[in-house]
């Protein structure tokens, strides 16, 4: 079955593989010239030179790439390599993809370092961060290597986000060292016009997406003019419950980890943080404290604990929620600001300040919307009942989590919690072993855990009559 996933030179820019220049980068040294795109075995050019747009580095704002969208040809051209590939892929044993999937693993692990350190420059995040999302993705390609004898043996076609286009082609080129057959796994560059010319191919199969709401409304939408499945990981705005009988260090370390991992650009964060009355201020006095010392800056500094934001255009977004929210009558109690780094390298780049909002009420924009940046915003509450109903009273239903020594209630509340994924005592950890997705307009399907494996597959039943067949007629 085919799938669509839509979810360096150095600065003398000498025409060097990006593979080579990336080994020891610094924000601001870096220059893109290679192509993006990536079907049927190599890198590809985009043939549109007319409308090609810029990419930014977070870190410093300056010019990191051009890139150009691919048009119907193109996509066309990686779909059908894709289904090229999809009959040999797929007619392997099980063994034989996992020995693929393994060795792409082991060259991950090889260049861990590269791949944390073009994914910093590409979008913002810190290197501490990154290198934990390429443990990630090599641990979850180990783990379906381990279930490759249940794989159907798809081909696909992904599409990055075109703010952050760099690393896909990076996994394709690995892919390929591995021993994938050309075409298995290909990358095309694009924006809306590009995901429509995916979806509404008559030889995609399924498709998936990762991203907003409304966008996935639209993606849902051209999938079903060709009757198409979908897997959709949508937004979020997850309520976490702290009681008073918590761990209070813990849960003010599980506050921080739910609201400004990746600059708060998490879909599944626990952005509205409910805090029983009578530990408020003690939390909130804690959580200010924690989180005026976050440091910001440089992203691929060691000590570096929050980088910049994806986009400009998304950190004026982010700003005017917290200028929003000062208007409804929520209090600022840190943050919410831009700030400019001291090197004059970086204060060009998309950075604030988290930002903690206090007195906010259930009807808040800053409580109701997603935000998607570092800002967490602080709701008392008084019973168990009263805090359930007030966690449930929202559209979405990513992620959700509780806080409490009391080991039957969390349980209690968990089981009433209107969510996709609950964490008890802990946030935001995500082992590929564990479905993740959505209840409500969070989304449809799950990614991970063996799960998954239905979502990207289709069951075919077979009766085989050895004897004579009874009739009626």
Same mark, same amino acid.
């Given at each position: ?280 201020? *003690?939390?909130? %006095? !804690? &959580?200010?404290? @924690? ?5 910001? +800056? ?5 000590? $570096? =604990? ?75 509450? *008084?019973?168990? %009942? !009263? &805090?359930?109903? @007030? ?5 979405? +239903? ?5 806080? $409490? =020594? ?68």
């Amino acid at each position: 079955m085919m799938l669509l996933r839509l979810a360096v030179s150095p600065r003398s820019r000498v025409a060097a593989p990006l593979s080579a220049a990336a080994r020891t980068l610094s924000s601001g040294s870096v220059d893109i010239s290679v192509p993006l795109n990536f079907w049927a075995g190599q890198r590809r050019t985009s043939r549109d030179k007319c409308n090609k747009e810029n990419v930014y580095e977070p870190a410093t704002g300056r010019v990191l790439c051009h890139l150009g969208p691919c048009g119907a040809a193109e996509v066309d051209q990686a779909v059908k390599a894709a289904k090229l590939a999809f009959e040999p892929w797929s007619k392997l044993s099980g063994m034989e993809r996992a020995r693929v999937m393994i060795e792409a693993a082991h060259i991950i692990e090889s260049r861990r370092e590269e791949i944390a350190e073009t994914e910093v420059v590409n979008n913002g995040k810190s290197i501490t961060e990154a290198r934990l999302d390429v443990d990630s993705a090599r641990l979850c390609i180990e783990y379906y290597a381990g279930l490759a004898s249940t794989l159907a043996g798809n081909s696909m076609v992904f599409k990055p986000s075109p703010v952050t286009p760099v690393t896909a082609v990076l996994l394709a080129e690995i892919y390929m060292q591995a021993g994938a057959p050309e075409g298995l796994f290909n990358v095309v560059q694009g924006g809306q016009e590009t995901g429509s010319f995916l979806c509404h191919h008559p030889d995609v199969a399924k498709v998936s997406f990762t991203g907003s709401i409304p966008t996935g409304q639209k993606i849902m939408e051209m999938a079903s003019k060709g009757v198409k499945p979908v897997t959709l990981e949508l937004g979020g705005k997850s309520p976490l419950i702290i009681f008073q009988d918590s761990d209070l260090e813990n849960a003010v370390r599980g506050a921080l980890m739910a609201n400004f991992l990746s600059q708060g650009q998490v879909c599944s964060n626990g952005t509205r943080v409910f805090v029983q009355r009578e530990i408020l201020s *003690e939390f909130v %006095e !804690e &959580v200010v404290r @924690r989180t005026q010392a976050i440091a910001i +800056g440089d992203p691929l500094l060691e000590s $570096t =604990r929050m980088g910049a934001l994806v986009s400009r255009p998304h950190l004026e977004k982010v700003l005017y929620f917290v200028e929003k929210a000062k208007e409804e009558g929520a209090t600022v109690l840190c943050g919410g600001e831009r700030f400019v780094p001291a090197d004059p390298t970086l204060r060009g780049g998309y950075y604030m300040t988290p930002c903690v909002l206090g007195d906010c009420t259930d009807e808040m924009t800053c409580v109701k919307e997603e935000i998607f940046g570092p800002v967490m915003s602080v709701l008392s509450f *008084e019973t168990e %009942e !009263e &805090v359930l109903q @007030r966690a449930n009273d929202t559209t979405m +239903g990513l992620a959700a989590g509780v806080f $409490t =020594r009391d080991v039957a209630r969390a349980h209690r509340v968990v089981e009433q919690l209107k969510a996709g994924s609950c964490f008890i005592n802990n946030y935001n950890i995500t082992p590929v072993e564990v479905p993740f997705g959505g209840f409500k307009m969070s989304g449809i399907g799950r990614e991970n855990g063996q799960v998954t494996v239905e979502y990207y597959s289709q069951l075919k039943t077979v009766f085989v009559e050895m004897g004579d067949v009874d009739s009626l007629f």
